[in-house]
C-alpha cells in the first residue's frame, strides 16, 4: 500500500506542473473569447497552447502533464459528450455514411502501400503508415507494429510523420470544407472525421469550424476506430500471419502495454449515449456534462497545443515528408470524391 502510495504521488507531482500551463492556457483563452468570440475558446487554445509551448514552457517536466491533459481529458470529454447525443444523432451519419468510412480507410490502406512501396520505404513502415493514416494514428500504429514485427526506430519515425501531418491538415481541411461545402455540417464533418489521424486533431479542427461539426466529425471517427482491429487482422494476414498469431502477439502487447484494442472511451461513449436515449440521463445531468465537457475540450486542445514542437514540423526527412504529403493528397481527394457521390 506504502508503495502504491508513493507511486501514485510521484505520478501526481509529474502529470500537475503540464496540467496547471494547460488549465491556465485554457482559462486565458476562454476570457480572449468573450472579447472576439469569432475565433472561439478552442481555436485560441491551440494557438496560445502552441506560442507558450515552443516559446516558453516546452521544457520535459511539463511533457507528462501536457500528454495526460491532451489523452485523459479527451477521453472524458468524448465519454460525457455520449450524455448529449441520442441514438438518433449517431444515426445522422446513416449508412451512406459508414460507406463513405470503409471506403475512405480502404483507399488510404492500399494507397499508403502503393505509394510508400514506389518510394522505396519497407514493408514494415508501409503497414504502419497505412494503419495510422487509416485509423487513428499513433494509437494504430501501436497496435499494429507487434503484429508486423516493426522495429522501435520505424515505429518511432512513422508516428512522428503521421502526427506531424495530421496537426498540418487539422488546420488545412475547415478551409477547404468552407470553399467547397460552404462549413456544411455533414461534408464537413465528413472530411475532418474522416481523414484527421488522431481524436485530438479531429475534436480540434471540428471546433475551428462550430460545435455541430466538433461533435458530428467526432462520431465519424469513432466509427474508424471501430475498425481498428479489422485493420490490425488485414495487415496481420498481409504478412502471412495466422488469427492465432494476430491474436497471440496483441494479447502479449496488451499485457507489456496495458492497453485494450479499442479504446475505452469509445465504449463509455456508446455507453452514456445509450443511458441518454433511454432518458436514464436526464436533460439536467445532461447539460452539466457537456458544459463540463467542453471545459475538459478546451484545456485538451490547449495541451494539444503547448505539445506541437514547431521544429518537428521543419526537420522531416524530404522522402518521409513527401511520403506523407502524398498520402494527405489522396485522402483529400478520395473524401471529396466520396462526399461527393455518397453524402
Not at 518511432?156 to 468552407?178: E, R, S
Not at 496481420?236 to 496483441?250: A, D, T, V
Amino acid at each position: 500500500m506504502k508503495k502504491y502510495n508513493n507511486n501514485f504521488q510521484k505520478n501526481i507531482k509529474g502529470i500537475l506542473p503540464g496540467f496547471i500551463v494547460s488549465t491556465l492556457v485554457a482559462c486565458l483563452s476562454m476570457l480572449i473569447a468573450k472579447f472576439i468570440p469569432k475565433f472561439g475558446a478552442a481555436s485560441i487554445a491551440i494557438f496560445l497552447g502552441m506560442f507558450v509551448g515552443n516559446v516558453f514552457l516546452n521544457q520535459n517536466i511539463f511533457q507528462n502533464g501536457y500528454k495526460f491533459s491532451e489523452t485523459n481529458l479527451l477521453s472524458y470529454s468524448i465519454v460525457l459528450l455520449g450524455t448529449t447525443l441520442n441514438i438518433s444523432t449517431i444515426a445522422q451519419i446513416g449508412f451512406s455514411g459508414v460507406i463513405f468510412i470503409v471506403l475512405q480507410m480502404t483507399i488510404t490502406i492500399i494507397g499508403a502501400l502503393y505509394i510508400g512501396k514506389n518510394l522505396g520505404f519497407s514493408q514494415n513502415f508501409r503497414y504502419m503508415m497505412a494503419s495510422g493514416n487509416a485509423v487513428c494514428g499513433s494509437s494504430a500504429i501501436a497496435a499494429t507494429s507487434p503484429v508486423i514485427g516493426a522495429d522501435d526506430n520505424e515505429k518511432g519515425i512513422a508516428i512522428t510523420i503521421v502526427n506531424v501531418t495530421g496537426i498540418v491538415l487539422m488546420f488545412l481541411l475547415p478551409a477547404i470544407a468552407k470553399f467547397l461545402y460552404n462549413s456544411g455540417i455533414t461534408q464537413t464533418s465528413a472530411m475532418i472525421g474522416g481523414i484527421l489521424q488522431s481524436v485530438g486533431q479531429v475534436v480540434a479542427s471540428g471546433a475551428m469550424v462550430n460545435e455541430h461539426v466538433k461533435d458530428l466529425s467526432t462520431i465519424f471517427k469513432i466509427v474508424r476506430i471501430i475498425f481498428l482491429v479489422v485493420v490490425v487482422f488485414v495487415l496481420g494476414h498481409l504478412k502471412h500471419k495466422s488469427n492465432k498469431e494476430i491474436i497471440e502477439e496483441e494479447e502479449v502487447q496488451d499485457i507489456e502495454k496495458g492497453k485494450i484494442k479499442i479504446p475505452w472511451y469509445v465504449i463509455g461513449f456508446f455507453i452514456t449515449c445509450a443511458l441518454f436515449s433511454l432518458n436514464i440521463i436526464n436533460t439536467d445531468v445532461s447539460v452539466l456534462c457537456k458544459e463540463i465537457s467542453n471545459k475538459f475540450e478546451i484545456i485538451a486542445l490547449a495541451a494539444i497545443g503547448l505539445r506541437v514542437n514547431v521544429k518537428d514540423l521543419i526537420k522531416q526527412g524530404k522522402s518521409v515528408s513527401l511520403y506523407g504529403l502524398f498520402i494527405a493528397l489522396l485522402q483529400i481527394v478520395s473524401a471529396i470524391t466520396l462526399i461527393g457521390i455518397l453524402l
